[in-house]
């Protein structure tokens, strides 16, 4: 009887001890800082090493204009529906083009009337960020259901409030009117990113269906732009506005897995070439921390 009550004690004291935290390294904050100081914008970074819980986080709970960021957590709405049997991703979807939206995607340029699945407008969203796709998926899954799920995931920063190009909120309008489709912070996309890389959402199996979808992403000139190697990969999603470009990733490599959010806004060049401003400091970031990660001195 005095051995198992000395068990249920110290299982009562591990139940108290608070789980891992993230420690933050001075050294990359260091090499870090001087990017974001230097940028003409707001930047925002949250980045977190998986294997040794090291961490940097700089301005990570700045709250930014989601732009097509916040599909990722569309993403992981639409397949915690399919796993409570909501929705079927096999479904048969119409795509209409008087429903066409502008921006991001093929599918306004192909023929009214074609047939694709839910899993296929899923695909189309994340790997093209097509927004016409991406308010396809909305219409089976809903908005709300989206928020309520980030919320039910400690994660209320990262909001959507309205279709893509939608002409009025569907919810919080005086966000809306700040932050147009959406908000996040580089924090909660990080955390949120990190649930998906340890499989704790969902299950394990949908998790590395979103990761696989990631992958496949089509626009690679931001953090993955300098990544390489034997056994490198990167999952990752954007998102552009004119004031505005994102990027949030997963990276996986032999020697350890981190995910990295790299966020900006008020952005001084609003140009659309290959060599904005933003988009070369967002990569050229990304290769510093890779390169410390994988060679840390």
């Known amino acids: 009887m005095g051995r198992k009550l000395v068990l249920h004690f110290c299982a009562a004291i591990l139940l108290l001890v608070p789980p891992v935290l993230a420690v933050e390294n001075p050294i990359l904050r260091d090499r870090i800082k001087p990017w974001v100081d230097d940028f003409k914008g707001t930047m925002g970074i949250a980045l977190k090493n998986l294997s040794t819980n090291e961490s940097v986080y700089i301005n990570a709970d700045e709250r930014f204009p989601s732009e097509s960021v916040i599909k990722v957590p569309v993403l992981v709405e639409a397949l915690f529906q399919a796993h409570e049997q909501r929705v079927n991703l096999s479904k048969s979807i119409r795509y209409r083009a008087a429903e066409h939206v502008g921006g991001s995607g093929i599918l306004r340029h192909l023929h009214d009337g074609l047939e694709l699945t839910l899993h296929d407008a899923i695909f189309l969203m994340i790997t093209l960020s097509d927004n016409t796709a991406t308010n396809l998926v909305l219409d089976e899954i809903g908005v709300r259901a989206v928020n309520r799920r980030m919320e039910m995931l400690g994660l209320p920063n990262l909001k959507i409030f309205r279709k893509v190009f939608g002409k009025e909120a569907l919810v919080y309008p005086e ?12 924090r909660e996309m990080c955390e949120l990113l990190e649930k998906i890389t340890r499989k704790e959402i969902i299950s394990p199996g949908a998790c590395d269906q979103m990761i696989g979808i990631m992958r496949r992403q089509f626009y690679d ?9 034997d056994g490198v990969w ?18 996986h ?17 609003t140009s659309w070439r290959y060599d904005n401003k933003a988009h070369t400091a967002i990569a050229d970031i990304s290769k510093l921390v890779f390169d410390y990660c994988v060679t840390p001195e």
């Open 221 to 229: 000139t931001r953090i993955p732009r300098y990544i390489s190697g």
């Open 253 to 269: 490599t032999p020697k350890c897995d981190y995910v990295l959010c790299i966020f900006t806004k008020n952005n001084q060049d």
């Open 175 to 186: 966000w809306e009117n700040e932050f147009a489709l959406g908000m996040v912070t580089p």
């Open 234 to 251: 990167v999952a990752n999603k954007g998102g552009s506005g004119t004031h505005n470009r994102h990027d949030a990733a997963i990276i």
